[in-house]
């Protein structure tokens, strides 16, 4: 199979709209399979009792969270590296996605808080970490809706998404540095004390489907922008018409 | 008046330019050898400072390459940058500084730093004698834009000039004084491309000419 | 090539000298803001002691912000930018001279007045030196940060509001770090860790900040 028959959103438009589907089904059935394992046959943990069961949510979006940053890092300097117009929309795809999970990270981080600290929000240096790269997913984000010229967008955004991966590192350990110096260690999120089979296949399920459900969405979110982006090209107006 | 040595040959290979929608130029070829004139014209909005940017590496273009002496501009960068003169819309004055200083900083920048001396004594050629010391924010248009040219007479050495409508705001005498100061430099063998509105007369061993909207 | 680099310091710092009300609200938007938090969370010594360095430290990561607008924009309007990005000098190099005219035009005040508004804050005297030489080496790495960003963003609509969007999350480490050099010399650990930490990050943004404000300038100008 010849990969760069793909590197032109022409080619890959129809592509991706094959993929698309396929993994939403997907991601439908993982996600379904993995919030039966952590809540049905999950055990009850001995001190935290049914609270806990956030972090079958909780700790696979804050896996992706992560590593979106990094899918899209890779993405923006691919096309800052080879001036592929493709990279670039891809970049810009996964950014939404990964920023919906830093939330969902960050939401099921503070549910899972309040009964067990008794507040919604802890200055953990996981939950401060999340948070700046809240920030970060929102900079790129931002930086990318107020250039016009969607190559110099797409450019700009590679920048910053590459000096934010360099930044990434620095950011976690001196927050987790900060956080120790003022507070002794709190109850870490994925400690918990013994972690029963079942729950780890049940994150590692749930793990499954919110990736799958990150590459169907990156997929359709990119096919929107091949078709805005590539409006005044002879594909996109031949597949309007079809569809029309 | 001596020869510049080592001059090469721009060469433009098919340059396409879009700028958002629109389609400023296509298949645009072009070689431009030592002491020729290349005068671009074109209505507003054509892609005449797209091209000359192009030309000097500040912008990309959508597809094609610029090549100095063979070689992509993009790889030689500073090489390319360092026999180039260019003069933009912009006259690329600091507002706070003399016009002596805004000379100084300019050659210096583009590595060929310059005396006093010689700084009075490009201002003068352009009819600046006596402006020398104020600052460019109390300067007319015209004369602001004749601080700018005088770069042109303190840029003997360099073998490619670009120059983005040099004559505007210019009055009858000092556009006189750039045509000579351009005939001059081709003269010494250097290029030299330009895009105006006037129908210059400057003698060019050749002079070439593009048309933007005819492409 | 260094006669370059010198000419491009010399200018930015004879522009700020003939500019100098810039240079000046800067600083006085850094003693405004330091002299806001007493009058937010009341004027308890023992309180006031603590967040000293806190306070401080933000009050100089907004302030430097606030500076940043100009590190480019004024050289892109009057188009002296574009001779930069067409000189004879690498791009990088010509950056790093003027983040270092900036630093000099709107870090270094912030770093000589910090000592007498961390008096205000009654903070003790043998630990200043430690709360002003963190300062002294950090707000180099906020502009070299900030370049970046101010880079990033010239000529943007609402660019000032972006650019803050853009690096303050980038400014954590440097704040943490900063901040908790003073705060270590008070508890008894002694700043000197932080001091290092903050000198190698200082090294490393050094390194690599420059040449990515450079790329970012190219793609900026196009």
Sequence with gaps: ?????????????????????????????????????????????AQQGDAYRIIFIHVPAAWMSMFLYLVMAFWAGLGLAFNTRLSGMMASAVAPTGALFTFLALWTGSL????????WWVWDARLTSELILLFLYFGFMALQAAIDDPRRADKAGAVLALVGVVNIPIIYFSVKWWNTLHQGASVSLTKAPTMAATMLTGMAVMAFGFWFYSIAAALTRARCIMLERERASEWVGDYARRSA | MGKIAGTSS??????????????LFGALNFTLRSGELLRIAGANGSG??????????????TRGEVRWGGKDIRRLQEEFWRQLVYVGHANSIKDDLTATENLHV???????????????????????????NLPARVLSQGQRRRVALARLALSKGAPLWILDEPFAALDAAA???????IAEQLSRGAAVILTTHLEARITAAAALRIDLEAT | MLAALRCVIYRDLLLAVRRSSDVLTVLLFFVIVVSLFPLGVGPDPALLRTIAPGVIWVAALLASMLAL?????????????????????PLGMTVAAKILAHWVISGLPLVLISPVLALQFDFPREF?????????????????????????TLGLRGAGALLSLLVLPLYVPVLIIGAGAADAAVSGLGGQAQLLLLGALLVFAGAFAPWAAAVALRISTE
């Design chain 3, 69 to 89: 607008n100009r590190m480019f924009a004024s050289d892109h309007a009057d188009g002296t930018l574009e001779q930069m990005l067409l000189g004879a000098t």
């Design chain 2, 175 to 181: 556009v006189e004084h750039v045509q000579d100061l």
């Design chain 1, 1 to 45: 199979m010849n990969w760069f028959k793909y590197s032109s959103p022409q080619t890959f438009f129809p592509l991706a709209g094959k993929l698309a589907p396929w993994f939403g089904v997907l991601a439908a059935i993982t996600c379904a399979a993995g919030l039966y394992l952590g809540f049905f046959v999950a055990p009850t943990d």
């Design chain 3, 128 to 152: 200043l030196w430690t709360l002003t030489l963190s300062l002294a080496f950090g707000t180099p790495v906020l502009s070299l940060i900030g370049a970046i960003g101010a880079a990033l």
């Design chain 2, 48 to 61: 005449k400072t797209s091209l000359l940017r192009i030309a000097c590496g500040l912008l990309e273009p």
């Design chain 1, 112 to 119: 899972w808080g309040k009964p067990t600290w008794g507040t």
């Design chain 2, 10 to 23: 721009l060469q433009a290979v098919d340059l396409h330019c879009v700028r958002g929608e629109r389609k």
């Design chain 2, 106 to 132: 300019a050659c210096t920048l583009a590595g060929v730093p310059r005396q006093a001396a010689q700084i009075g004594e490009a201002l003068r050629r352009l009819g600046l004698a006596g402006c020398e």
